[in-house]
């Protein structure tokens, strides 16, 4: 079982930034994947970057340039800097986990949400 806690979000105008952060807790070993999605106000949610165990980043095109994905293997936390806010980045920002694989088996996790809002 994996816990997960985000934080970070809030109110910013465009051309801010912010960080957000994902604290995993419970079985983090068996963690793999890292990943950050975000659901804008009548969109589908959508991956934003992810980070593997073994430190491969993905970012989606609409990101790239502006935002980091990082760790903090210490800490069980995954931080996403976000540079260069734009309007259309507002949404709910979610974390999302892949643990185990086989033999172990697999679980995937999300975090609460939290809310990023970009003024113009």
């Known amino acids: 079982q994996v816990q997960l806690v985000e934080s970070g979000g809030g109110l910013v105008q465009a051309g801010g930034s912010l960080r957000l952060s994902c604290a995993a807790s419970?079985?983090?070993?068996?963690?793999?994947?890292i990943g950050w999605y975000r659901q804008s106000p009548g969109l589908q949610r959508e991956v934003v970057a992810g980070i593997s165990s073994g430190g491969s980043t993905i970012y989606a095109d609409f990101v790239k340039g502006r935002f980091t994905i990082s760790r903090d293997n210490a800490k069980n936390t995954v931080y996403l800097q976000m540079n260069n806010l734009k309007a259309e980045d507002t949404g709910v920002y979610y974390c999302?986990?892949?643990?185990?694989?086989?033999?172990?088996?697999?679980?995937?996790?999300w975090g609460q949400g939290t809310q990023v809002t970009v003024s113009s």
């Open positions: 999302y986990v892949h643990s185990g694989g086989y033999p172990q088996p697999v679980s995937e996790y």
């Open positions: 419970g079985s983090t070993s068996s963690i793999n994947f």
